[in-house]
């Protein structure tokens, strides 16, 4: 595919679920600037990733809706006449997921199906992009980690999303309702929740390198873990909204430069010029439901829908730490 499948969102109305929060927010921006026709829905809970500023300077080129995607009335609503729907709205904390394991279900695996009931019922001829995770494979059996490699996630958040996954794509199967999935793995950059470590301890270790504090490594720091920068991450989705081919299809993203996290930190030190880190034991929360090494394999999107990475690690970090450092007063 060549860089025509940009051409499909122009004048297109797309619909993005969780479209105030990291990944969400990126694709917005893009969608935008092809010329499509935003429509952003987002709870706004405060614990999660949504944030305003996320939307700074789109405020007048889209539409925001603050609902819940629980809500069966305002997604029958908001789905009709759209052309797209990247469905993104997530609880995305997996140690949330085992204190509140009830409101995990409720976003990441019953409202997927209200979703996809709204469409199947209002707008059939809608097509879908999930935002699926790496984390439902669990520990890996062997690396890298296709998507032939079994599903047996360590926590309920794996669980639910598998669910959610797998709704999109017998409503693709069963009834045309066009639906695709995207595996993400540990996605970085620009707009992501960086208050706390809820959303990845990535975000959490962007924050104190940018205020030249310690970053803490759990355990030996040999866990190796593959990254991906937020708009890579956004080409895909556009890549997969855009072909037919990747219809009722599962696919993995993945990073070029699988690292260990004690490296990880080294490299965020270095590039920020401050900062230190220190290897600390486990949290026993975190330990139990920790997945070990991972890096995954991207050879089937990448031979389908021409998608690779294009940003390196290095390049990504310095620009995502140069956001924060430009954007703190939003953020912290
Ligand atoms: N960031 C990653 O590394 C990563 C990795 C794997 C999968 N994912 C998936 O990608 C998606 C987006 O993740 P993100 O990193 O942008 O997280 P995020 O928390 O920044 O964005 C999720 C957004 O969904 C919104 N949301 C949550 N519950 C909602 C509800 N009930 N109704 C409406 N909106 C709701 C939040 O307010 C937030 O803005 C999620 O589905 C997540 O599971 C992300």
């Known amino acids: 595919m060549s860089s025509s499948y940009l051409d499909t969102f122009a004048g297109k109305r797309a619909l993005i679920t969780g479209g105030l929060g990291f990944i969400g927010s990126n694709l917005a921006y893009r969608l935008v600037e092809l010329g499509a ?3 952003i829905v987002d709870s706004l809970i405060p614990a999660y990733g949504g944030n305003l500023a996320n939307i700074r300077g789109l405020e007048d080129r889209l539409r925001v809706n603050i609902a819940d995607v629980r809500d069966p009335h305002s997604m029958k609503y908001l789905v009709c006449d759209q052309d797209f729907l990247f469905n993104l709205a997530g609880q995305v904390s997996h140690t949330d997921s085992m204190q509140d394991p009830h409101t995990d279900l409720e976003i990441n695996c019953r409202a997927q199906l209200s979703i996809l009931e709204a469409c199947r019922h209002n707008n059939s001829g809608i097509k879908i992009v999930f935002a699926s995770t790496r984390q439902i494979y669990g520990v890996p059996d062997y690396l890298p980690v296709d998507e032939r490699h079994l599903v047996h996630p360590t926590d309920v958040n794996g669980i639910n999303k598998t669910a959610g996954e797998w709704y999109h794509i017998v409503y693709n199967n069963v009834y ?3 639906a695709a999935s995207l595996r993400l793995t540990n996605t970085y950059g620009p707009r992501m929740r960086v208050r706390d470590a809820r959303q990845t301890f990535l975000g959490q270790w962007l924050r104190l390198v ?5 970053l803490l490594v759990y355990g030996d720091g040999r866990q190796v873990r593959d990254l991906n920068y937020v708009d ?4 895909a989705m556009l890549r997969t909204g855009a072909d037919d081919a990747a219809n009722g299809q599962v696919y993995n993203l993945g990073g070029d430069e699988p690292i260990s996290l004690l490296d990880l930190a080294g490299l965020l030190v270095e590039i920020a010029g401050r900062g230190s880190f220190r290897l600390v034991p ?6 139990v439901i920790d997945i070990g090494d991972y890096w995954g394999d991207y050879r089937k999107i990448r031979a389908k829908l021409g998608w690779q990475p294009a940003v390196s690690l290095r390049e990504g970090l310095g620009r995502t730490i140069a956001y924060y450092e430009r954007t703190r007063d939003d953020y912290w």
């Open 210 to 214: 940018v205020e030249g504090a310690e």
């Open 176 to 178: 045309g309702v066009r």
């Open 232 to 235: 890579d991450v956004v080409d």
């Open 282 to 287: 486990w949290p026993p929360e975190r330990r």
């Open 37 to 39: 026709r935003v429509t």
